[in-house]
């Protein structure tokens, strides 16, 4: 499975980006799609999971109620929409499937696949 992050960018606080990730590849083995980040000088850390069918989603404490993680099956995409942004969002966003589901799947060894991650940097 291949993975494509994009949508990222500059952004002021209190704006909103959405991200994408295409998957190719054996995408019929992917149980769950999540969003990690890491910021410089900082762990890399949960964002949000998604199931293969969209019907659970969880998110980190830190960004709900901001940020919906959304899934087109027919485009084998998954999506990070982020509203009300702030400066401590600021981080190299990546995507990452699960072949085996492992709920919620929190941790970055859940996940097999990764893609090259997108900078999203706001700016106060």
């Known amino acids: 499975v291949q993975l494509v992050e994009s949508g990222g960018g500059l952004v002021q606080a209190g704006g909103s980006l959405r991200l994408s990730c295409a998957a190719s590849?054996?995408?019929?083995?992917?149980?769950?799609m999540g969003w990690f980040r890491q910021a410089p000088g900082k762990e890399r850390e949960f964002v949000a999971t998604?199931?293969?069918?969209?019907?659970?989603?969880y998110y980190a404490d830190s960004v709900k109620g901001r940020f919906t993680i959304s899934k087109d099956n027919a485009k084998n995409a998954a999506y990070l929409q982020m509203n009300s942004l702030k400066p401590e969002d600021t981080a190299v966003y990546y995507c990452?499937?699960?072949?085996?589901?492992?709920?919620?799947?929190?941790?970055?060894?859940?996940?097999?696949?990764w893609g090259q991650g997108t900078q999203v940097t706001v700016s106060s």
């Open positions: 990452a499937t699960q072949t085996v589901l492992r709920w919620p799947g929190v941790r970055g060894s859940d996940y097999i696949y």
């Open positions: 590849g054996r995408t019929f083995n992917i149980y769950a």
């Open positions: 998604i199931t293969r069918n969209g019907g659970a989603t």
